[in-house]
Structures are given as C-alpha cells and as structure tokens.
C-alpha cells in the first residue's frame, strides 16, 4: 500500500483567512514533504521532516507555517496567503531507503482570492 | 549547479509504438533516479527509480542509467493512448532528501 491522503481536496480562502491542509501516510515511512505545484511545472520543495523534525526549510515565507504532530501526519497551516500562492500544494512520503523515493498525495488545489 | 534537462516535447508516437524518453543530469555525486508520470490536474506517480548502471525493467517500462554518460532514459513499450501524459525525471542531491526535477516531457500516444 502506497497511499498518501490529503485533505481537502479543493480549497478557495481569502487574503485574510487562516486555513491548515493535512496530510496522512499510513506505510510507516519517517520522511514526510510539502510541495507547491503551478501549472507546467515541477514541483518545488517547500518543507521535509525526517523524524518529525523540520529537516528542510527552503526559504518558505513565514505565512506558511508546516506542522508534524506524530509519524503519520503532516500539517500546512495557511495565513494571510497572496493570490500568487494559487497552487496544487502536494505532499509526499519517503521510506529509509538511501534510494529516498517519494509518494505523492492527490494533492490540494488551493486557490487565494 | 545541479541540474536536469529533459526534452518538453510533446513527443507523439503511435498506439503500439516504443515510446523513449530520456534525460541529461549534471552531478555526479547523484545517487537515485526516478520517473514519476503527471496526468494534467493530477499529482506525480512515482512509475520507476533505478540507482545501478544498466537497465531495470517493470512491465512495459524500462528504465536505463548510464552513470558514465550522465543520462537515464525510460521506455514505454506497446505505447497506449493511457500512457499520454507529462513525464518527470529527477534525481537525489546526494546524502538528502530533496530531488532535483526536470521540467517534464509532454507525451502524447495516438490511437
């Protein structure tokens, strides 16, 4: 089983609002990601957490603040967002393999007005 | 800087066909490579990785690794219409976990 869940599926927030997307792995992988996604292009790392700690930070700003509550869960809360923040945000999970391959979620659409 | 270069296409080859994708990367040091496939509006699916020179083989994909030349390819036999999607090629910046992606190769398979 190789099945990444996030929630919700869609999002529409204002400038103003605070909103937090979530993500489950249930395949006992250590190594956990955020990624944000515009169209045509790659995705681009945002956050990794090995072990429930923040391993890589890549210069997100601080109106995305990730959260690791336990092994299998994988929060992105959301504030005070720019209508450039529009994206397809994934999250991944890797297993302890010096392979590192990840598994992606179905992602969130987020869209900011 | 490291780096990934892929063809964006769109490459089109007919139902039944071979379908060759391939891609260029800069750092030696790099351990693992993937090809994940994108279906437009849909996330990454991670189809094959390799990390020894050669070819590694799952159905109809293959994938092929040339540390030496810097290059891994993938092969799509007996091409379906199903198989037209964008295809992503990465690779690990070493001892970590970040992926370094190429742009996406746009495949298009003809009925």
């Known amino acids: 089983d190789t099945e990444v869940t996030q929630t919700p599926k869609h999002l529409v927030m204002g400038m103003t609002n605070k909103k937090s997307l979530k993500c489950e792995q249930h395949m006992g992988h250590r190594a956990m990601y955020w990624y944000k996604q515009k169209a045509k292009k790659p995705p681009e790392l945002m956050f990794v957490y090995s072990y429930e700690k923040l391993s890589i930070n890549e210069s997100v700003p601080s109106r995305f603040s990730p959260e690791c509550p336990n092994s299998s869960l994988l929060n992105l809360h959301l504030h005070a967002l720019q209508p450039e923040d529009s994206a397809l945000y994934l999250c991944?999970?890797?297993?302890?393999?010096?392979?590192?391959?990840?598994?992606f979620g179905p992602g969130t659409r987020l869209t900011v007005t | 800087q490291k780096e990934v270069e892929q063809n964006s296409g769109p490459l089109s080859v007919p139902e039944g066909a071979i379908a060759s994708l391939n891609c260029t990367y800069s750092d030696r040091g790099s351990q693992s490579f993937f090809w994940y496939r994108q279906y437009s509006g849909k996330s990454p699916e991670l189809i094959m990785f390799?990390?020894s020179n050669g070819d590694k083989e799952d159905g109809r994909f293959t994938a092929q690794l040339n540390k030496a030349s810097q290059y891994v390819s993938l092969l799509i036999r007996d091409s379906q219409p199903s198989d037209s999607a964008t295809y992503l090629c990465?690779?690990?910046?070493?001892?970590?976990?970040?992926?370094?992606w190429g742009l996406g190769t746009s495949l298009a398979v003809n009925p």
């Open positions: 990465a690779f690990n910046a070493g001892n970590n976990r970040k992926l370094i």
């Open positions: 991944a999970s890797s297993p302890e393999r010096v392979s590192y391959e990840q598994y």
């Open positions: 390799i990390y």
